[in-house]
Nanobody, 127 residues
Framework: QVQLVESGGGLVQVGASLKLSCAAS????????MGWFRQAPGKEREFVAA????????RYVVSVKGRFTISRDNAKNTLYLQMNSLKPEDTAVYSC????????????????????WGQGTQVTVSS
C-alpha cells in the first residue's frame, strides 16, 4: 500500500505562484512513476503533469506547459508541483497519484494507469 498526502494549496490571485507537495509513505517511493491531476467542480479529473521514477522524464498537459514544473525528491519521498502565473482556470482540487511500472523512464497521463491516489488539496485562483 501507498499513502499519499498533498499539501500547499490555497487561495491566490491571478499571476501568483504556489508549490504543491505530495508526501508518500508505504512502498518504495523511487519505484513509482508519479502524476498530478486536477478536478474542477462539474468536470472530469484532468491530467496535469507526470514524472518518471527517477525524474528524468516529465510530461505536461498543454495548458500548463511553461507555467508548471513537476519534480521529485526520492530521498525525501516527496513529489512537487511548482505552479507559476496561475490563472482562474487552474482552480481545482489537485491530487497526486502513484503507479509502479517496470519501465524506469515511462510517464503516464491516464487516470486508469494509476493505482494509488491522495485526497487532494484545493487551489483557488481569484481574479
Amino acid at each position: 500500500q501507498v499513502q499519499l498526502v498533498e499539501s500547499g494549496g490555497g487561495l491566490v490571485q491571478v499571476g501568483a505562484s504556489l508549490k504543491l507537495s505530495c508526501a508518500a509513505s508505504g512502498r518504495t517511493f523511487s519505484g513509482a512513476a508519479m502524476g498530478w491531476f486536477r478536478q474542477a467542480p462539474g468536470k472530469e479529473r484532468e491530467f496535469v503533469a507526470a514524472i518518471s521514477r527517477r525524474g528524468g522524464t516529465t510530461r505536461y498537459v498543454v495548458s500548463v506547459k511553461g507555467r508548471f514544473t513537476i519534480s521529485r525528491d526520492n530521498a525525501k519521498n516527496t513529489l512537487y508541483l511548482q505552479m507559476n502565473s496561475l490563472k482562474p482556470e487552474d482552480t481545482a482540487v489537485y491530487s497526486c497519484a502513484a503507479h509502479y511500472p517496470t519501465d524506469a523512464t515511462a510517464t503516464y497521463y491516464s487516470v486508469r494507469d494509476y493505482d494509488y491516489w491522495g485526497q487532494g488539496t484545493q487551489v483557488t485562483v481569484s481574479s
